[in-house]
């Protein structure tokens, strides 16, 4: 797996069960379709998206993001730098914690400072910027890779909601 591959599942969740294309989920997240197949082909390999029509596998997906993806993708905080806020200082976590230290993928045109933080691939607060959804997501995920117990457990209580919802 790569870290794309994260975003790439969390935006066909998102598409929620309607048609996509290969070059539309390329457009979104700001990669290439060649990366887009080769994530397709990882995921599949990986039993994380299933049959024709690329269906995600929700609770092993779930699973991995809970148990796996701190432990495949680590990140620390690093400079201090103008970035785009993420885990607990983006939304949703951001009402619920009152921080000391934000935390932000660089990005020269945000207004807010924070200790830098990797995003899952470089082109994520690209991504993230034209989808509010995903960004939530994105956000999420970083609370898992880098949050204290409290961040990750409520940032894998909210992921569990969008993954593996009620009436699936």
């Given amino acids: 797996m790569r870290p794309q591959d994260v975003a790439v599942l969390f935006k066909i969740l998102l598409l929620d069960n309607t048609a ?81 230290q934000v935390y932000v993928w660089p990005d020269a045109e945000s207004e807010h400072w924070g200790s830098a933080i990797e995003p899952l691939y470089p082109r994520a607060p690209q991504a993230a910027k034209a989808d509010s959804k995903l960004y939530e997501l994105l956000a999420l995920a970083d609370a898992l890779r880098v949050g204290r117990p409290r961040e990750r457990k409520l940032a894998g209580e909210l992921l569990r909601e969008f993954t593996c919802p009620v009436h699936v």
């Avoid at 990882?42 to 432990?71: I, N």
């Avoid at 785009?84 to 939304?91: C, D, E, G, R, W």
Wanted: aromatic share 12%; proline share 7%.
């Fill in 20 to 100: 996509w294309q290969s070059k539309e989920l390329a457009q979104a997240l700001y990669l290439s379709p060649t990366e887009i197949s080769f994530s397709l082909k990882r995921c599949q390999y990986a039993r994380l998206l299933g049959g024709p029509d690329y269906q995600v596998a929700r609770r092993t997906f779930l699973e991995f993001l809970l148990h796996g993806l701190a432990v495949v993708f680590p990140t620390q905080p690093g400079a201090h730098v103008r970035g785009l806020p993420t885990a607990h200082s983006a939304a949703p976590l951001r009402e619920q914690f009152v921080a000391e």
